[in-house]
């Protein structure tokens, strides 16, 4: 069967890069303000502050799990909002889309309003994961950083499923 036959888009809420297309914020000067007014005409939905709130990120059981800075401050405090452009230290955009959470090879995502790393809690919800899931906590922090980055997104993962369901029931 030609590739073209299966249908890819058959679950996709944006197909054809069009959540690319909305104006997404770009940087803006990092201020640790937890407050930030979302801008209109994007889907919230796709953003990372919709995830960390939908997740109840800073109650999740993975919240305590997190990389310790211990001489990081100064830089965690000179990435603007939404530079994700470096290959380490990118920081997220409350308002915007997360980059592919791909850790390891030092990429490190920067907590948007806030000075640190962002948590294992926070790294599942970027990754759209359900607010049950949880990693077991006796799993060292390497590995739980290296278990989200090698997973596909949820929703992606889920979308591919019923793509593949469909085909094979029809």
């Known amino acids: 069967m030609p590739e073209r036959d299966f249908p890819w888009l058959k679950a996709a809420y944006y197909p054809n890069q069009t959540a690319f297309s909305f104006p997404w914020p770009r940087h803006e000067p990092f201020t640790g303000a937890a407050k930030r007014t979302c801008p209109k ?3 919230v939905e796709l953003t ?5 709130r939908l997740n109840d990120v800073e109650n999740h059981p993975n919240s305590i799990h997190s990389f310790k800075p211990k001489a990081g401050l100064p830089r965690f405090l000179s990435v603007d909002e939404g530079d994700d ?39 599942l919800a970027v990754q759209s994961l359900p607010k049950n ?16 980055g090698n997973g596909v997104p949820y929703l992606a993962a889920k979308a591919l499923a019923i793509s593949v369901s469909h085909f094979i029931g029809s």
């Open 41 to 43: 005409n994007i889907p």
């Open 48 to 52: 990372v502050e919709h995830w960390f």
């Open 85 to 123: 452009s470096r290959k380490s230290f990118k920081r997220l955009h409350r308002w915007r889309y997360s980059p592919t959470a791909c850790y390891g090879n030092n990429e490190v995502h920067l907590h948007p309003y806030k000075p640190r790393r962002i948590s294992v809690s926070e790294a």
């Open 133 to 148: 899931f949880f990693l077991p906590p006796d799993m060292t922090l390497t590995n739980m950083f290296k278990t989200v």
